[in-house]
């Protein structure tokens, strides 16, 4: 996720690329219960949005699943398969760690129970990936290579990829993101070795921007993060909210690393704007005490991927009331939660988990086409076993048609999966989320859109 450090020079490219976002199927003037969803809070701003619904996204279960014994591989191989995750476990970002955690383990799990691959059991070494205040990243990085993994799962900040993408990708090993969304990667001489589950931070933007502005907000103040990630999310908000017909009056940075944000917050609270978007990591924690004190209502307040988190155990209950927050990937169903939590039972947040698992079962299928475990003949099959055969949806079933000499198009817990050559998701849902009273999180609906 995170991180656009040359988002002017990307912008020309990725406008040609004709972003194609549904819009919101009805008005966001749905009536809701004020005591689950803020709606009189979002009211008093000046804005209503839809209710969440414990039923609403996009449904993960529209491809077969295996009903039968998976056939053994016809290519044993001498070399394992041996995977690396490099996710935070320290730093500004440690709340992704452990879905991320999960969703690579339930999917190395799932592998192993189907028979593994190529005749052999899948390893996974776990490494935590810290953020960008520290040289942790290069560390674990230099330590999973010398273990000879051939992919290596993460970083989730693109910040952090982008200090280890070189390191990786020029050893000759696959990197597979499930949560970095910086268009940076899109032409990355990443010798073809460096691909991802997350789409775009222009996605997330435009689907943020577009929202406010149907739940009827005309201005919108803005705290950032002064970092590649929180800058570039910022231009893609904004000139979606602007296109829509909307106005930023206020846009305030502060730095990593900052720790008081009460003159950012006095200054968007004095242009008196409908909304206000924070985009941040874990400050968030700190700043949105100040907003509300201040007088900002909670349901005026949007969040987004760095920080849509479960805050009952942070705030009093009321204090998120109505807030909203947005980040990749679909809705995810009750039946992966529950797997989730049998590999990791304290799980509280699921971001990110899917595609986690999803990166584990490509590069597990795409082993299988290619009939090697080196990174480079991995990667050289991606492409493939995502798109243009029979749908499914996971290990088991998508092997055994591997081995019953089927294409196979993958389609995962975080949505529809195609490749584009350069290894981006060319298709995505961002879901939209609401706070309840207990400062959870509720759906409202995933968007779907193509890069």
């Given at each position: 996720?995170?991180?656009?450090?040359?988002?002017?020079?990307?912008?020309?490219?990725?406008?040609?690329?004709?972003?194609?976002?549904?819009?919101?199927?009805?008005?966001?003037?749905?009536?809701?219960?004020?005591?689950?969803?803020?709606?009189?809070?979002?009211?008093?701003?000046?804005?209503?949005?839809?209710?969440?619904?414990?039923?609403?996204?996009?449904?993960?279960?529209?491809?077969?699943?295996?009903?039968?014994?998976?056939?053994?591989?016809?290519?044993?191989?001498?070399?394992?398969?041996?995977?690396?995750?490099?996710?935070?476990?320290?730093?500004?970002?440690?709340?992704?760690?452990?879905?991320?955690?999960?969703?690579?383990?339930?999917?190395?799990?799932?592998?192993?129970?189907?028979?593994?691959?190529?005749?052999?059991?899948?390893?996974?070494?776990?490494?935590?990936?810290?953020?960008?205040?520290?040289?942790?990243?290069?560390?674990?990085?230099?330590?999973?290579?010398?273990?000879?993994?051939?992919?290596?799962?993460?970083?989730?900040?693109?910040?952090?990829?982008?200090?280890?993408?070189?390191?990786?990708?020029?050893?000759?090993?696959?990197?597979?993101?499930?949560?970095?969304?910086?268009?940076?990667?899109?032409?990355?001489?990443?010798?073809?070795?460096?691909?991802?589950?997350?789409?775009?931070?222009?996605?997330?933007?435009?689907?943020?921007?577009?929202?406010?502005?149907?739940?009827?907000?005309?201005?919108?103040?803005?705290?950032?993060?002064?970092?590649?990630?929180?800058?570039?999310?910022?231009?893609?908000?904004?000139?979606?909210?602007?296109?829509?017909?909307?106005?930023?009056?206020?846009?305030?940075?502060?730095?990593?690393?900052?720790?008081?944000?009460?003159?950012?917050v006095d200054k968007v609270i004095a242009a008196k704007p409908d909304a206000i978007v924070l985009?941040?990591?874990?400050?968030?924690?700190?700043?949105?005490?100040?907003?509300?004190?201040?007088?900002?209502?909670?349901?005026?307040?949007?969040?987004?991927?760095?920080?849509?988190?479960?805050?009952?155990?942070?705030?009093?209950?009321?204090?998120?009331?109505?807030?909203?927050?947005?980040?990749?990937?679909?809705?995810?169903?009750?039946?992966?939660?529950?797997?989730?939590?049998?590999?990791?039972?304290?799980?509280?947040?699921?971001?990110?988990?899917?595609?986690?698992?999803?990166?584990?079962?490509?590069?597990?299928?795409?082993?299988?086409?290619?009939?090697?475990?080196?990174?480079?003949?991995?990667?050289?099959?991606?492409?493939?076993?995502?798109?243009?055969?029979?749908?499914?949806?996971?290990?088991?079933?998508?092997?055994?048609?591997?081995?019953?000499?089927?294409?196979?198009?993958?389609?995962?817990?975080?949505?529809?999966?195609?490749?584009?050559?350069?290894?981006?998701?060319?298709?995505?849902?961002?879901?939209?989320?609401?706070?309840?009273?207990?400062?959870?999180?509720?759906?409202?609906?995933?968007?779907?859109?193509?890069?």
């Open positions: 996720m995170f991180d656009l450090s040359q988002a002017a020079p990307r912008a020309a490219k990725l406008t040609a690329l004709g972003i194609g976002v549904a819009l919101l199927a009805t008005a966001c003037g749905g009536s809701s219960t004020p005591s689950q969803t803020g709606s009189s809070s979002a009211a008093a701003a000046g804005i209503s949005c839809p209710a969440p619904s414990a039923g609403a996204g996009a449904s993960n279960s529209q491809a077969a699943t295996n009903t039968g014994p998976v056939p053994p591989s016809t290519t044993t191989t001498s070399t394992p398969l041996k995977l690396g995750s490099l996710l935070p476990t320290t730093g500004s970002l440690a709340f992704l760690g452990p879905p991320e955690v999960a969703g690579v383990n339930l999917g190395i799990k799932e592998v192993n129970d189907a028979g593994g691959v190529l005749g052999a059991p899948v390893s996974v070494v776990h490494r935590d990936s810290g953020d960008t205040k520290t040289d942790i990243a290069t560390q674990s990085t230099t330590a999973l290579l010398g273990q000879g993994v051939s992919a290596i799962i993460g970083a989730a900040s693109s910040g952090v990829s982008k200090t280890v993408i070189n390191q990786i990708t020029g050893a000759g090993v696959l990197q597979f993101s499930p949560a970095n969304t910086s268009p940076d990667f899109t032409t990355w001489d990443d010798k073809g070795l460096y691909w991802r589950t997350a789409p775009s931070d222009v996605l997330q933007g435009k689907v943020l921007g577009n929202y406010m502005a149907t739940c009827g907000a005309q201005t919108v103040g803005m705290i950032v993060l002064n970092d590649a990630y929180g800058t570039g999310l910022q231009k893609n908000v904004k000139a979606a909210f602007e296109a829509a017909g909307g106005k930023v009056v206020a846009e305030e940075l502060f730095n990593t690393g900052d720790t008081q944000f009460s003159s950012q985009i941040t990591f874990d400050e968030a924690k700190s700043i949105i005490p100040l907003v509300t004190g201040k007088g900002a209502k909670p349901g005026q307040l949007f969040l987004v991927d760095g920080n849509t988190t479960d805050y009952s155990k942070d705030f009093q209950p009321g204090t998120l009331t109505g807030a909203h927050g947005t980040f990749p990937g679909t809705f995810a169903a009750e039946s992966f939660t529950k797997s989730l939590l049998s590999v990791d039972p304290a799980l509280k947040d699921f971001t990110y988990g899917g595609e986690s698992y999803d990166a584990v079962n490509l590069i597990a299928l795409a082993a299988e086409e290619a009939k090697s475990t080196k990174g480079a003949d991995i990667a050289a099959k991606l492409k493939d076993v995502s798109q243009g055969g029979e749908k499914c949806n996971n290990f088991a079933s998508c092997v055994t048609l591997l081995r019953n000499g089927k294409d196979i198009d993958y389609d995962g817990q975080s949505g529809p999966i195609t490749f584009s050559d350069a290894g981006d998701p060319t298709e995505a849902y961002i879901g939209i989320y609401q706070y309840t009273n207990e400062n959870k999180l509720m759906p409202v609906k995933a968007e779907f859109g193509k890069l």
